[in-house]
């Protein structure tokens, strides 16, 4: 029987399976034609206002293994706190910064590179400043849904103590599994663990 229109269900759940770069990143699978570029690979352009920063991401099995059919999206605020998206209603995003990104894994060292820009601080849903941060979703062959996490800066010792969401955090010593740590070159590194005795802190959203 064909359901109504204004009750969809929620389609069902299944794992991404070996084919995921394949739909979401073509370009990065010597795929052309589908787009001009990926869709998510470019964050920032010379207009954008913000300090450009690297991130190079790893998503680590149990063993501390790299996987490398892993695909991550970075959702973030623009340098003044503010999100590109139409339910902003605190003013108006950077019409230059997307936002958002998304990258595979590389196939060989199992990390992806993102530049964007250090987001400024946003609202908790009770008015409370949480410090600056990265929202990380990733997807991968055997993960049945999509795991969130976030990304939090380790100059930004302050704010941190302060963030509603890292103060939620029963266990405190997991607190430094969503910190990034600084790279010689000034990048920030940050590596997802699955599983093990690092085990990132993935959120319920």
Same mark, same amino acid.
């Given at each position: 029987?064909?359901?109504?229109?204004?009750?969809?269900?929620?389609?069902?759940?299944?794992?991404?399976?070996?084919?995921?770069?394949? !739909?979401?990143?073509?370009?990065?699978?010597?795929?052309? &034609?589908?787009? /001009?570029?990926?869709? =998510?690979?470019? +964050?920032?352009?010379?207009?954008?206002?913000?300090?450009?920063?690297?991130?190079?991401?790893?998503?680590?099995?149990?063993?501390?293994?790299?996987?490398?059919?892993?695909?991550?999206?970075?959702?973030?605020?623009?340098?003044?706190?503010?999100?590109?998206?139409?339910?902003?209603?605190?003013?108006?995003?950077?019409?230059?910064?997307?936002?958002?990104?998304?990258?595979?894994?590389?196939?060989?060292? !199992?990390?992806?590179?993102?530049?964007?820009?250090?987001? &400024?601080?946003? /609202?908790?849903?009770? =008015?409370?400043? +949480?410090?600056?941060?990265?929202?990380?979703?990733?997807?991968?062959?055997?993960?049945?849904?999509?795991?969130?996490?976030?990304?939090?800066?380790?100059?930004?010792?302050?704010?941190?103590?302060?963030?509603?969401?890292?103060?939620?955090?029963?266990?405190?010593?997991?607190?430094?599994?969503?910190?990034?740590?600084?790279?010689?070159?000034?990048?920030?590194?940050?590596?997802?663990?699955?599983?093990?005795?690092?085990?990132?802190?993935?959120?319920?959203?």
């Amino acid at each position: 029987m064909a359901q109504a229109l204004n009750r969809l269900k929620e389609s069902a759940s299944q794992t991404a399976g070996p084919y995921v770069h394949i !739909g979401l990143t073509p370009n990065f699978c010597d795929i052309k &034609g589908v787009y /001009p570029a990926d869709l =998510g690979a470019t +964050m920032v352009n010379e207009k954008t206002k913000g300090e450009r920063i690297t991130i190079r991401a790893r998503v680590l099995d149990g063993t501390g293994t790299p996987l490398k059919d892993a695909l991550i999206e970075i959702w973030q605020a623009d340098a003044d706190g503010l999100y590109n998206s139409p339910s902003e209603m605190r003013g108006t995003a950077d019409p230059h910064f997307a936002g958002w990104g998304r990258k595979a894994t590389d196939m060989d060292t !199992g990390e992806c590179v993102f530049e964007t820009i250090k987001p &400024g601080r946003v /609202p908790f849903k009770n =008015g409370r400043k +949480m410090a600056p941060h990265i929202s990380f979703w990733i997807v991968a062959r055997g993960i049945n849904i999509g795991l969130q996490t976030r990304m939090y800066f380790p100059e930004e010792e302050a704010a941190n103590a302060e963030d509603p969401v890292l103060a939620r955090i029963e266990h405190k010593v997991r607190v430094p599994t969503l910190i990034a740590q600084r790279a010689a070159d000034g990048a920030y590194v940050f590596d997802i663990h699955l599983q093990g005795e690092k085990e990132t802190v993935f959120f319920d959203i």
